[in-house]
Antibody, heavy 119, light 113 residues
């Protein structure tokens, strides 16, 4: 069974930094393209960024609101995805989910980790 | 980016009646090489992560009741709940994963009439 588990959320002041992690099991993580999706309180789902597998170049793409402040990386030896968030703003307050499309075409999500940016 | 538009924004249906939610994409999400539509439907209840209900537009995830069905192709899709149950009250989202960035509909709130 595919499982994604996020961690690292918490309360941070505006301008601060936080690093989220997502540990995967049940998939060949090194082949997976991984996404971060976020959901602000009471709002819809918003894609934040994606990293390709290393065999597909390992490149990253980001949504406009986070570009230049967030960095996605991966450690395939640990089956772990990261989201480094810098210069955090109150608008970044959200539950952050990691997601991936698995081999049968289904989409797997973690349970999410809450990031609160507040003074 | 592909824009996903759901209709209606909210829906109230009587218990046991049919609920229908529509999703339209600004571009086709049908992948010609495998003839699959890269379209998913999610159910989200308060305080919970989105739960995958349908993927590839019409494939029910294992464990999802068969009252849920997905249909459509290319740019127009529908999620149907054939006989609404109380536990189906939730917000439903469609998602395209045909191209990056993945994008989502705005959500449809389903309530009991």
């Amino acid at each position: 069974e595919v499982q994604l588990v996020e961690s690292g959320g918490g309360l941070v002041k505006p301008g601060g930094s936080l690093r989220l992690s997502c540990t995967a099991s049940g998939i060949t993580f090194s082949n997976a393209w991984m996404n971060w999706v976020r959901q602000a309180p009471g709002k819809g789902l918003e894609w934040a960024g994606r990293i390709k597998s290393k065999s597909d170049g390992g490149t990253t793409d980001y949504a406009a609101p986070v570009k230049g402040r967030f960095t996605i990386s991966r450690d395939d030896s640990k089956n772990t995805l990261y989201l480094q968030m810098n210069s955090l703003k109150t608008d970044d307050t959200a539950v952050y989910y990691c997601t991936t499309v698995v081999s049968n075409g289904s989409v797997c999500w973690g349970q999410g980790t809450l990031v609160t940016v507040s003074s | 980016d592909i824009v996903m538009t759901q209709s209606p924004d909210s829906l109230a249906v009587s218990l046991g009646e049919r609920a229908t939610i529509n999703c339209k994409s600004s571009q086709s999400v049908l992948y010609s090489s495998n003839n699959m539509n890269y379209l998913a439907w999610y159910q989200q209840k308060p305080g919970q992560p989105p739960k995958l209900v349908i993927y590839w537009a019409s494939i029910r995830r294992s464990g999802v009741p068969d009252r849920f069905s997905g249909s459509g192709s290319a740019t127009d899709f529908t999620l149907t709940i054939s006989s609404l149950q109380a536990e189906d009250v939730a917000v439903y989202y469609c998602q395209q994963y045909y191209s990056s960035p993945t994008t989502f509909g705005q959500g449809t709130r389903l309530e009991i009439k």
